[in-house]
């Protein structure tokens, strides 16, 4: 008879044993490498990557423990290494531990898309049951997207030498890389999928050959879009064959098409596209406000109240008036309304129609508290309560404008009003700051990460944080896309952060400053405006280049480069280099801005729509100050972008200068 008391003392003993091995073997760890080591150790071996020195990276990622929470990606790294040096059974057998012992870790759908990457010739079946894991396990990643593609390959070339080919496989490969073109029409996959849907289907759908034709115009391939198109029903594809037709340089085909889109065949598509068969067209007509009246009549459904607010935008100054009313009492569930109604009550304030303004501004900011144009609203509000002398109202919308949409061109125009600031321009000093990692460092393991620079797993935990993936990309010198990513991700935040939070930091980082302060004081401009014509220009990309020509950062044209550079005496320069681009930007502001009497916004809008153009305005329009200037320059690309860049100076001097 077993003894009970016995063996649970003997389970207490092991359990007790055990513990104390666990223990010891952690103390032994960390005093044989303590994580000050193990960071030098992976530290060491990603400098060796750097260099592409991937033998000995594989063996310096080798000597991590395996108690360190740097051994997943130790052992991810020592998987690429041998990837790179062609030792491919290696990589499979480090992607397998990896998957073995960390199947939940962060990295492990990556991993396993590139484990399946690396079977694709040696083992395809085991390769195509990782890529449908990755689809069904983590259907939003990127990797789901290219995964989509690879299992419809796979099961091509599984039945396409048989002489019967399953229905049920054919409509599975479909699927894929139906899967495939929707979510990534211009991925770089897309025209591999056309190229094998051909071959396994000669009677594809006509919806299906419109998706293939969007991804040849997005590929620049117009005569394939074109010729996939018309495989389509034009009743779908009309906008899509306009667009095509105007990049093809058919423009009498992209006319006729919108036309004919519009006179009752807009309601099979998209809005977005048929605002963008709109868009398309307005690039082709000589006056867009004769355009936009000779579709309103043609059209029969949706876009009519897009063509009304186009008409609006473009209408004559006597006419904007009556147009903006016609929009609001004709389509009063459009989206356009808001627009409207803010024009509305625009005209009425600078017809000093008090009365009437200030019931509109009220009913406007009572019925639009998310809309793009509240600010503009509440900061006029503001201007009309102080020109009534109501002290304590224009003090308190000023202070909600700022407050509330800390960020907007109308915030910098309240700052102005309040600081009681005559000019556009606050200051010139800025405390130049780096970009920083965007939130509180917590000791975590992402900011050993950090430490470590290893951007490349990095960007695989920015996938949960925009603002961290704007952050990587700006560590990796793409300040573009970095821009881009942040802005649209503060966009998104309703109630923004304080002006300290390094968020900002991203959204308007202080790049090429050294070279732009240089020559702003060389050419006697104001240094922050300068930075901030670059980031409206390029977001700083030096390889930037306009569909007109315009390069570098401040976007150039060659003509009006060689042009300052021989007023100037500069007889070598390269366009896409910083410092000669940023050197010319200066100099052609600073000869257009005293062109235009010394005025920094008539140099601003002149920088975009040409002095002729500016001097033609100012003419030809009534105006008293600065807001009524710039509320009335009738080219509307060229007045949102002088909004635009003195936005961006508000936010630099907000940003970077702790008085604002």
């Not at 048989?162 to 770089?188: C, M, T, W």
């Not at 109604?341 to 200030?358: C, G, I």
């Not at 960020?407 to 009681?420: I, K, Q, T």
Request: aromatic residues 14%; proline residues 4%; hydrophobic residues 40%.
């Amino acid at each position: 008879m077993v003894d009970m008391e016995v063996v649970k003392k003997n389970i207490r003993l092991f359990v007790n044993c055990l513990v104390v091995f666990i223990i010891c073997g952690l103390v032994y760890a960390f005093l044989i490498q303590p994580p000050q080591k193990t960071d030098k150790i992976y530290a060491g071996a990603l400098e060796l990557v750097q260099k592409n020195e991937y033998s000995k990276a594989y063996f310096e990622f080798s000597k991590v423990i395996f108690s360190s929470p740097l051994k997943p990606l130790a052992i991810y790294h020592q998987a690429v290494c041998a990837n790179k040096i062609e030792d491919y059974d290696g990589a499979v057998k480090k992607y397998r531990l990896f998957l073995l012992l960390y199947p939940r870790h962060t990295l492990a759908t990556k991993v396993k898309y590139n484990l399946a990457q690396a079977l694709l010739d040696k083992d395809p079946l085991k390769a195509k049951k990782y890529f449908e894991s990755i689809i069904n396990q983590s259907p939003n990643s990127d990797y789901a997207i290219a995964s989509e593609y690879y299992a419809g390959l796979l099961m091509l070339k599984e039945y396409e030498n048989q002489k019967i080919f399953p229905l049920s496989v054919k409509n599975d490969i479909e699927n894929h890389f139906r899967h495939y073109l929707k979510q990534a029409p211009s991925g770089r996959l897309a025209l591999n999928v056309i190229e094998n849907w051909n071959k396994i289907d000669k009677n594809i759908s006509k919806d299906d050959y419109l998706l293939m034709a969007k991804s040849y115009y997005l590929f620049r391939d117009y005569k394939n879009a074109e010729t996939y198109a018309k495989k389509a029903d034009l009743k779908n594809a009309w906008a899509l064959e306009v667009k095509n037709a105007a990049a093809a340089g058919n423009v009498s085909r992209a006319i006729y098409l919108t036309e004919w889109g519009l006179n009752g065949n807009a309601d099979y598509i998209d809005k977005e596209d048929v605002y963008s068969a709109i868009d398309t067209y307005m690039t082709l007509v000589p006056s867009k406000y004769q355009a936009a009246v000779k579709l309103i009549g043609i059209s029969k459904t949706r876009g009519k109240d897009y063509l009304m607010d186009i008409k609006c935008r473009y209408s004559p100054a006597a006419e904007k008036l009556a147009c903006y009313k016609n929009l609001y009492l004709w389509f009063p569930t459009s989206e356009f309304v808001d627009d409207a109604q803010s024009q509305v009550f625009l005209h009425m304030f600078r017809a000093n129609d008090y009365a009437n303004a200030q019931r509109i501004g009220i009913s406007f900011l009572n019925k639009y508290k998310n809309s793009e144009y509240t600010p503009m609203v509440m900061y006029y509000m503001g201007r009309l309560s102080e020109s009534v002398k109501s002290y304590q109202d224009y003090i308190s919308y000023y202070r909600s404008v700022i407050s509330k949409y800390p960020d907007s061109y109308y915030a910098y125009r309240a700052y102005l009003r309040l600081e009681h600031i005559k000019g556009p321009l606050i200051t010139s000093y800025i405390s130049e700051k780096p970009v920083e990692f965007p939130y509180e460092r917590r000791h975590t393991f992402l900011d050993r990460l950090i430490l470590l620079k290893d951007f490349e797993v990095l960007e695989e935990y920015s996938n949960y944080d925009d603002f961290i993936k704007s952050w990587v990309l700006y560590k990796k010198g793409d300040f573009k896309q970095s821009i881009v990513v942040a802005r649209n991700a503060m966009d998104k935040i309703q109630q923004k952060p304080d002006k300290r939070d390094l968020r900002w930091r991203l959204v308007y980082p202080v790049v090429y400053y050294n070279d732009i302060k240089h020559y702003a004081d060389k050419a006697g401009n104001n240094a922050p405006l300068m930075l901030s014509i670059a980031r409206e220009e390029s977001y700083f990309d030096s390889n930037a280049r306009s569909v007109v020509g315009a390069k570098g950062l401040m976007q150039l044209m060659p003509t009006t480069a060689a042009e300052i550079a021989a007023k100037h005496s500069v007889s070598a320069y390269n366009l896409a280099n910083p410092s000669h681009n940023v050197m010319l930007g200066n100099y052609y502001y600073s000869f257009i801005k005293g062109l235009l009497g010394g005025m920094d916004v008539s140099a601003i809008a002149a920088y975009n729509g040409g002095i002729g153009s500016v001097n033609s305005w100012k003419s030809s329009i009534y105006y008293n100050d600065t807001d009524a200037f710039i509320e009335q320059i009738p080219y509307p690309e060229t007045q949102n972008y002088v909004k635009k860049v003195l936005r961006s100076y508000w936010n630099y001097i907000r940003v970077y200068n702790g008085n604002s």
